[in-house]
Every structure is written in structure tokens, then in C-alpha cells.
């Protein structure tokens, strides 16, 4: 199909509408030596949006810690993560956001942000295995949250599904500072042989590139300079931003990718996602210190007259760029020939740094790779920060302020049905948790996502956490608290925490207070990563994440998502959450304290968002993660459930109704009793005890700096608090179950 060329010069008009600063546009200048023409700005504006090079960030990221003993591929290495996990095999993951398409086009938005980041993985190497998401709405009350909601989950589930990867975790959060701008977060892991990385790369002047996978079209242009702006009532105008994707093509694709993988063929491999041939170019040749001819009327088109720059900056799903072995090009011709799939050599590698487009043989665009990319020329800046009025005042809570409600069933039933806590059985039942037969948690359900290692005696274990209130009650904390749950996820389900992914999901980087959350939360992650040793594999920073009305930006909670690897070394480890057997004891292990702050009891039941976050101290968290440890290989415990969102008695709930049981416990005196029971302070874990293990169980506790409280014991189905009677565990089931739905 015919293309057409572009080579009008380019104004600072033009450059402000693309997202460039007036600065910027003179760096351009500058590098170039000339005023680009309209083709070569718009790829200036792509890779050097903060999408693609985390200029308002990478300062801050640069001193998250990314060394340990396993990591194979460090954090901006690679499109992903890759973690040794022994047995001569590595395990890659990554989680990335598509907040900004689903909140224009939720379907296929979320059904594309599913599909990149599971090219991601695979164009490294590896065979994806398991998904999980983290996904963020507004009031459930809204109109426009149950249509973002339903378009969403079906995305996701239609995507996957039919892509064939297990979902085998996740989590749903709803706050009204999501109403216009939710957050879509995708996590992907997968399995490959751990010397068997395909690079990111180009070399070998003279090798032929390829671009492989679908054709290419209108869809997902300007994509990533989209996603680093505000959402505003006129994004609609921005829909085109939003690409449309193709499970079955992309199946057929890993197929042939991972084919080619084992031959001799390949020198590198760049997924297209944002940005497309225009960042997969650039950064293949930056890594390879390289050049490029690249040209474009020879891309497989969708639609006839596409332009130049049209075809440089779409984002069309299901397209890989390939560096192939010169000699070796009928290698891959077979391979794709085979898988039915479009195969064109577009260009080939050359000599220096530069980057050379054509189009039926005029020059549309030459310019430097080196500039184009993060680490090279894109820009970088130091934002300013200053702490927002709200921090201080929020610490002013006291929970003295409140009194205790006179009927805690009625609160316990409110919480029950909340949709932060219900259960989130009418999402997960559209996604295929089984496809694949290696999710070890479906009829055993557990505190993380735990999967089977074929051919080994190993498991893995992944979760995605963040309590999004409890950040932007204090970032820092918060964000520390984050990974801390994460880690105690991994550990309750049998595994030791590996490495973590992350997502971070700000406002608009450009306001100092926004700006603030986002190096307090760096700040706390680092901490806490380099207390459980779990180094930062890479990941994804989405500012922007706001709605602007009326000239007032309200952002989003900032919300890092911590996505995390752990290894279980032995299958016969994985602990789930249910109590197993009535009379077994209860036990609570970890410090409970007078505190409700950021809880969803004071949020939703009390309507006061305005509080601190509860106590939280990162030794005694570790003191508690090792206990767990221990407990577990010692085969002490007959359950493990983390206390996190709705306190001690949605733990216990959720250990109390997957086998019908329930629980009789008496609280603490010590501590108010809707703190005891609906409190969030952290570090804390509920384990059930066969008492034929007690003294053993008792004798290890009183080793460990750990404090503990025997809370009861599992009962036959009714649940009884303090010698009063909340009713039968079966009445809570149902409506924990059902909430979700009700609303939707």
C-alpha cells in the first residue's frame, strides 16, 4: 500500500501540541543542528514523553537498590526482569499500566495493556506462565464506573483467555478519586531457560531488520505522548491514542518467537509498544551503539496513504522488530511463514548512531538514536517538591475522637459487603485462572499467587499490593508498608520474597505536592526493598494520572504498585489461608495497637478520610516475616493469613469460610475493641494451630522477639466474638460473595 512523505518543518506550535516544552523544542534544535521537520519532532515528542523517558522520574528511580544474588538482568537492562530461580532456569516479569486508554476505551484499553506486557516477557526469552492485575475505579455508584469496570474486566479476561495465560491474583480498589482516571496495572510472569535471554539489541553492520506480527495501522498514534497528559473532558478527541488488540495473533506470535529463539538467527528483539518502530529502532540501536535505514514504505499497512509519521508512531498490537543474522534471513521467513504471520525485512543495521527513515526513497527523518533514548540524550529534570498542607493535618486524628459503635455485627456486616473487601468473585470468574495447569491456588486459595514449576520441585510465588489511602496518608510509610505486605503475602503462602516489579501511579509530576508523594514513596520502597533484600527489576512510572476541571487538577491517591517475585523451594511448603479443622487454636502473631488511622472502617463506616497511617516498624515486620518462615517448615502451622484491608475480622473471616468453619476468640483488653477487630495496623498474621502442635508451636514463639496472642479457637460454622454471637459464618458468606454484583 502507498505511504506518504512529510517533511514540512516543524513549528514550536506544533511541538506544545505533542507534549514538548519550548526548551525542549530548542534542545532539538540544538542536537540536530537545524529545525526538525514535523516527522522528526513528532519522534522527539514520543520517546522523550515521560512514557517513554522518565525524565521527571529517572532521577529518583536511579537510587531504588537493583542488586542481588539472583538478579540476571538488572532494572533498564532488558523490557523486563529476569531472576534466577535455580534448576538452570530464570523466571522474567514486569507490570506496566494502561490507565490512560482504559479510561477512554476500557475494552480494548486493558485488553492491550494485557497484551504488551506479555510480549514483554516473551521477547526476552520466556514463556509467560502466570498474569495478575491491579485495578483501580472510582464510586461504584457512578454510571461511568460500571461501564469502565465491566469494560475493563471483560478486556482483560477476553484478552487473556484467549491468549491462554492464567490470572491468579490480583486486586479491585474503589475510591471516588478515581471517578474520571482509574488505573489499569498489569503484572505478567514467565519461565525460560536462564541462559537463553533473546537482548534488546541491534549489532552487525549489514544485518537485516525485520518487522514481524500484524500489520500496521492508525491505531495507538501518539499513544505515549497521550499517556503523559492529564485526562480531561475533551480526551475523547484523543480515542485514536488507544490501540486495538489481537489475542490470537499474539499467541501465534509468542509460538514464533520462542521458535526463533532457539535458532541462530536472532541477534535482537524489541517488542513495539509504545511509540512503536519509533522506539524499537531507537533503543535497540542506542543499546547496540548502532545505526539504521529503516524504510517505511515497505511496513505492512492496514490502511492505504498512510503518512510517514503515521506509520513511525503507531502503536499496533502484535508487532516485534527483529534483528536477524545476515545469511539467516530464510530462518526466519519459515518460522513466520509457518505461523502465519506478516514477516518484512524494512531496513538494515549500519554504522554510527544515526537513524534514517525513507519512504519510497526521500529522507523523511534523520536523527540521532543516542538522543532519542533515556540514559542518552533525553532530557532529565530535577522537579521541585514541597509536603502538602493535608500531611500535617492528617496526623492530628486521634481515635479518641470517635466513640465505638454500640453494634459491632452491624459494622463487621458493613465491611463484609464493602467492595473494597467483598469478594471479587464476579471479576475473577470471567478470567481463566486455570489454562495451562500450573495455578496451585484455585482450590486451595491463598495469601499470594502460587504456581507450579514443571520439572522441578519448585514453586513461584507473586502477588500485586499497595494500599493506595495508606500512601497518600504518608507516602513513605505507606509505600514501605506496600512492599512490606507484599513480602508477608509471599511468606504466608510458603515462598521467600525474590524481587519486585513496580507501577507507579502519580498525578501530575509538575506539582510540588504531587511531586512529593512521589519521593516519599521512592524513599519507603527503598527501605523496605532493602530490608527483605528484594531488588527493583524495572517497571513503569504513569504520571498524570488526574482530572482537570474547571482549571483545578485533582490527582489520583498515589498509588505504587509493588508486584513481587518469590521462590518456594519446595512444593510441600505452600501454606493456604482456610483453617482446616474445627478446634483447631487461633493464634494472632504481631503487635496490634489502639489505631484505626487510614482504615477502611474509618474511611467508609465513619466517613473520615482525613488520618495518618497506623504504627508500622520495618525490624518487627521482618522478625515476624522470618517467624512465618520457620513456622511453615516446621510444618507448626495448618494456615497463614496476612491481616491487611477490613482488620482482624475479615482475616479471620476469609480463613474461616473456603471450608465452611468459623471462629469463637476473645479480643485484646488492652485495645478498644473496633480497633482490635477492624484496625489495619500491619505486620501482624492469624495462623491456626492443630493442637496436637501447640507446645512445639509455643516453644518456637518464645524463641522469636515476636509478640502473640492466642485469639480462640475454629468452631463448627458460628462465629462468636467475646462470648457474643455474630451469627453463622455461612450468612457472611453469601453476602461476600454477592456484594460486588449487587452493585454492578
Aim: charged share 20%; with cysteine; hydrophobic share 40%.
Amino acid at each position: 500500500m502507498s505511504a506518504q512523505a512529510t517533511t514540512t518543518l516543524a513549528t514550536l506550535e506544533q511541538a506544545q501540541e505533542l507534549g514538548l516544552r519550548p526548551e525542549e523544542f530548542d534542545k532539538i534544535k540544538s542536537i540536530l543542528g537545524r529545525t526538525p521537520n514535523f516527522t522528526e519532532m513528532s519522534i522527539f515528542s514520543v520517546m522523550w514523553s515521560e512514557h517513554c523517558s522518565y525524565k521527571n522520574s529517572i532521577t529518583w528511580l536511579k537510587t531504588l537498590p537493583k542488586d542481588g544474588p539472583h538478579m540476571l538482568v538488572k532494572a533498564g537492562e532488558e523490557n523486563a526482569g529476569l531472576v534466577d530461580i535455580g534448576d538452570g532456569l530464570a523466571c522474567a516479569f514486569k507490570i506496566e499500566s494502561h490507565n490512560h486508554p482504559s479510561a477512554l476505551e476500557p475494552y480494548q484499553g486493558a485488553a492491550t495493556g494485557v497484551g504488551g506486557i506479555n510480549r514483554d516477557i516473551f521477547t526476552m526469552g520466556a514463556r509467560p506462565i502466570a498474569q495478575l492485575n491491579s485495578l483501580r475505579f472510582g464510586s461504584i455508584e457512578l454510571d461511568r464506573t460500571k461501564w469502565l469496570v465491566k469494560g475493563v474486566v471483560k478486556g482483560i479476561g477476553d484478552y487473556g483467555n484467549a491468549f491462554g495465560i492464567p490470572i491468579v491474583g490480583g486486586e479491585v480498589f474503589f475510591d471516588e478519586c478515581y471517578n474520571t482516571n482509574p488505573l489499569v496495572n498489569a503484572f505478567s510472569a514467565g519461565i525460560m531457560k536462564a541462559d537463553g535471554l533473546i537482548s534488546a539489541t541491534s549489532s552487525g553492520v549489514g544485518n537485516p531488520v525485520y518487522i514481524v506480527g500484524s500489520r500496521t495501522g492508525k491505531d495507538g498514534i501518539h499513544g505515549a505522548a497521550f499517556a503523559s497528559k492529564d485526562i480531561t473532558e475533551d480526551s475523547a478527541n484523543d480515542l485514536p491514542a488507544v490501540q486495538v488488540g489481537d489475542p490470537f495473533q499474539e499467541k501465534l506470535l509468542l509460538e514464533a518467537t520462542l521458535e526463533l529463539g532457539q535458532t541462530d538467527a536472532i541477534v535482537g528483539m524489541q517488542d513495539m509498544g509504545a511509540a512503536g518502530i519509533t522506539c524499537s529502532t531507537s533503543e535497540m540501536s542506542a543499546a547496540g551503539k548502532h545505526g539504521m535505514i529503516i524504510h517505511l514504505d515497505k511496513v505492512p499497512t492496514r490502511q492505504e496513504n498512510m503518512k510517514d509519521w503515521e506509520i513511525l508512531l503507531s502503536e499496533s498490537q502484535e508487532r516485534m522488530l527483529i534483528v536477524v543474522e545476515k545469511g539467516k534471513e530464510h530462518i526466519v521467513h519459515e518460522i513466520y511463514d509457518k505461523w502465519d504471520l506478516s514477516c518484512e525485512q524494512i531496513g538494515e543495521v549500519t554504522e554510527g548512531g544515526q537513524l534514517k527513515y525513507y519512504i519510497h526513497g526521500v529522507l523523511v527523518a534523520d536523527v540521532p538514536a543516542d538522543d532519542l533514548v533515556l540514559g542518552g540524550g533525553a532530557p532529565i529534570y530535577e522537579r521541585e517538591y514541597s509536603e502538602p498542607a493535608y500531611y500535617q493535618e492528617f496526623k492530628k486524628f486521634s481515635i479518641e475522637q470517635l466513640e465505638q459503635p454500640k453494634d459491632l455485627v452491624e459494622v463487621a456486616k458493613f465491611l463484609t459487603t464493602h467492595p473494597n473487601i467483598a469478594s471479587k468473585k464476579w471479576v475473577y470468574e470471567q478470567y481463566d485462572s486455570m489454562v495451562g495447569t500450573i495455578n496451585m491456588g484455585t482450590n486451595a486459595p491463598k495469601d499470594a499467587g502460587v504456581v507450579n514449576v514443571k520439572g522441578t520441585n519448585k514453586a513461584l510465588a507473586m502477588t500485586v499490593d499497595c494500599n493506595a489511602r495508606m500512601v497518600n496518608a504518608d507516602p513513605e510509610e505507606g509505600c514501605a508498608m506496600a512492599v512490606a505486605e507484599a513480602a508477608r503475602n509471599i511468606v504466608c503462602s510458603g515462598g521467600v520474597p525474590s524481587a519486585i516489579t513496580n507501577c507507579l501511579n502519580f498525578g501530575n509530576p509538575y506539582n510540588p505536592e504531587v511531586y512529593w508523594q512521589f519521593v516519599g514513596a521512592i524513599k519507603g520502597m527503598s527501605k523496605a526493598c532493602l530490608k527483605f533484600k528484594t531488588p527493583v527489576t524495572g517497571g513503569n512510572v504513569s504520571f498524570y494520572n488526574q482530572t482537570a476541571i474547571d482549571g483545578n487538577e485533582v490527582p489520583v491517591f498515589p498509588t505504587p504498585t509493588i508486584g513481587m517475585l518469590g521462590i518456594v523451594e519446595d512444593k510441600k511448603h505452600i501454606m493456604s489461608l482456610d483453617f482446616k479443622g474445627k478446634s483447631d487454636l487461633i493464634y494472632l502473631l504481631g503487635e496490634s495497637h489502639n489505631n484505626i488511622s487510614s482504615s477502611e472502617y474509618l474511611a467508609s463506616y465513619h466517613g473520615i478520610k482525613a488520618s495518618s497511617t497506623p504504627p508500622f516498624d520495618l525490624d518487627k515486620e521482618y522478625y515476624l516475616q522470618d517467624l512465618i518462615k520457620t513456622l511453615i517448615r516446621s510444618n507448626h502451622i495448618q494456615s497463614a493469613h496476612d491481616v491487611a484491608d477490613g482488620g482482624l475480622f475479615i482475616t479471620l473471616l476469609e480463613s474461616a469460610m473456603p471450608r465452611g468453619l468459623g471462629f469463637d476468640i476473645t479480643t485484646c483488653g488492652e485495645i478498644r475493641e473496633d480497633a482490635f477487630l477492624f484496625g489495619e495496623s500491619p505486620s501482624r498474621v492469624v495462623v491456626s494451630v492443630a493442637e496436637i502442635n501447640e507446645d512445639e508451636f509455643l516453644d518456637t514463639l518464645k524463641k522469636s522477639s515476636v509478640s502473640f496472642l492466642l485469639l480462640g479457637h475454629v468452631t463448627r460454622g458460628d462465629i462468636r466474638i467475646d462470648d457474643a454471637s455474630f451469627g453463622e459464618v455461612q450468612e457472611y458468606k453469601e453476602l461476600f460473595d454477592n456484594a460486588l454484583a449487587k452493585h454492578l
